[in-house]
């Protein structure tokens, strides 16, 4: 009976606390609404209200704060959703009153009020799980408390609460989304592909293969460059197929993880950055659109509205990129690096434990691909077979870059090759083409009787298991990045990095706030999605488009779209929350706090070089070329002198 009691009061209990957690219910005699509101708000940061309904009339709308001041009203048709845009609330304020009202004077009230913090808070999620990840290479347990913390800012500083909003709130809209869940499939299906080329000798063939070719670690690093800049089309793919197909190769010469993951993380993006035909291209000229079509609308001069409102985004993108110099001066800086076999910092740290048998990850090390699992080795007495290993990875590559142009043919029809690949949906070409490569890959070991199809299949599922750790921190990165967009982390960082500047000084603190946005958020997208449209409306009403509208000008109109596309992928390089980071170390089969400590002192070089000669000096004249070959001297210069040799007999 007492144990009844209990179970019963413990019910009763958690029924209250849930139902504290629930938003007010609106008092409805009119017509049915629905208010969409942030989860928090930030002082002194705008933010905006969606107000739908389901009501066939139409009628009106009107935003009150509790004491009674009107904030806003308008109208709300049939079916419709309004967006009520720039509020800026007092705690006075708290809660809101929407009050829509029907033709027959029938009215719905919804009070509003989420919690209002300073907008620092906004900054805490991301900056304490960094920060913890980096202090104590513990890089799950890190990133959960940091999607904790958002979610006990957005219960209400309620602890308890926070705990069921990380999983319901932040945890699971991750794994459902759509393109999250396209990402974890395709992951699976690529390491499943890997365990059954394991398994069937293939692997080891192609590194029995090139054995004669990649004699040093030199030529094994070099061919992992190439074919980064080969696989040009989407960074997913390009990232996890050349991680997975150098890692034996790069292993056998004693290459470090971390160098691996290095050569993986810095040229996937950026060749797709700068590539013509590549799943981010359609994306770009779409967000560089919006930006020409806003400024369009709120400049005074005609002539320059009119070139703005007629100006190709596809121009302007071609346009930018003799300014994107992070990403093309990383591609320098991975060249030098593997040329002169100098490193410095934690990598070169790194790099003299693996040739000097250490191992080629660190001990200790939390790999996010179990490379040791058992299920993954050849089996013994088997033909080892270099194309067991290749004809899958092939199937992948041209699988995904023949879905992409089929997928996007049949969106836009007879368009040019960069039209249809950019409105080509990139996630399911990913998984057509590891689904391909997975059936060529299973087909080759039972049909030349290398593997039943029982051990094929079991080959199948270890690849897919090691997967597992490199699951839970892609899902808890995506969950942190959706904590600093509830949060409106971006909004906070944009407001406080903009300001009245000199034209001159647009490109490189573009460069700036898009870095610290995409780093504190995890995405390059995103924050590319935020700024564009905001800085090309600014640059032009500080007087950088000057000449654009006779064709002769515009460069820091253009220098400043380069910014935001560079500036992206440098935060996204750098931020242990970043997915492109996360798939870096799991292709490499790499401690992931390994690394981002071994990546960031390069990425901050290139970095620095790239904000001082390329946006600050072609803003002030200097032509790109000079500052292409004064970076590139630049970044030599750092490696003969500060650099040091990683081979043991030439140290």
Sequence with gaps: MRTTQRCASIALLTLAVLRSASPAEAFQEGPEITVDAPAVLLSGVPFDLSISTASESAGTYVVTSSEGRSLASGDLGPRETAE????????????????????????????????????????????????????????????????WIGAFFVAGLNPLNAV???VDTFVVPSVADPSNASILVFSGLLGAMVGV??????????????????????????????????????????????????????DRLKVSREKLAYLVDS???P?????????????????????????????????????????????????????????????????????????????????????TGGGVFRPGSQLLVDTETSGLDAKDGIPLRWYNAALPVLTVVFTVLFGLYFDGRAVVGDATLWDTFGAADPFRAILWGSIAGCIVAIGLAVGQRILTLKEALDGWVAGARAMMMAFVILVLAWSLGEVTQQLGTARYLTLLLT?????????????????????????????????????????????????????????????????????????????PISDTTVLSSMASACDHVDHVRTQLPYAVAVAVVAMLLGSLGTAYGMPPLIAYVVGGAVLFGLLRFVGRPVDPARE
């Design 84 to 147: 009520v845009r720039g509020l800026e609330v007092r705690s006075s304020d708290l809660p809101l009153t929407v009050t829509v009202t029907a033709p027959d004077g029938a009215s719905t009230v919804n009070e509003v009020s989420p919690p209002r913090f300073p907008g620092w808070v906004s900054l805490l999620p991301p900056l304490v799980a960094i920060a913890l990840a980096l202090i104590f290479r513990e890089v799950v347990v890190s990133l959960f408390f940091g999607v």
């Design 164 to 166: 069921w909003r990380t």
């Design 197 to 250: 080329m394991s398994r069937s000798g293939g692997t080891r063939g192609i590194v029995e293969a090139v054995r004669p070719l990649a004699t040093t670690p030199r030529r094994a690093q070099l061919a992992t460059f190439l074919g980064g800049c080969a696989i040009f089309f989407d960074d997913y793919a390009n990232t996890l197929i050349i991680g997975n197909t150098f890692r034996p190769i790069t």
């Design 267 to 269: 040229t996937a993006a």
């Design 271 to 355: 060749v797709v950055t700068i590539a013509f035909v590549s799943t981010w291209v359609g994306f770009e000229i779409s967000l560089i659109e919006t930006g020409l079509d806003i400024a369009a609308s709120q400049t005074t001069d005609p002539a320059m509205a009119a070139a703005l409102a007629s100006a190709s985004p596809f121009t302007v993108f071609l346009s930018s990129i003799p300014y994107l110099f992070y990403p093309l001066l990383t591609l320098m800086m991975v060249a030098m690096i593997v040329m002169l076999q100098r490193d410095f910092g934690p990598m070169h740290a790194a790099e003299t434990r693996a040739r």
């Design 499 to 575: 300001g009245n500047l000199a034209p001159e000084l647009m490109p490189v603190l573009t460069f700036a706030t898009a870095a610290v946005i995409s780093f504190c958020t995890g995405t390059s997208w995103a924050t590319m999605t935020i700024l564009l449209p905001l800085v090309v409306p600014l640059i032009v009403a500080l007087g950088g488009a000057t000449g654009f509208e006779t064709g002769a000008g515009g460069t820091l109109l253009v220098a400043t779209v380069s910014s935001v596309l560079a500036g992206s992928i440098f935060g996204d390089h750098c931020s």
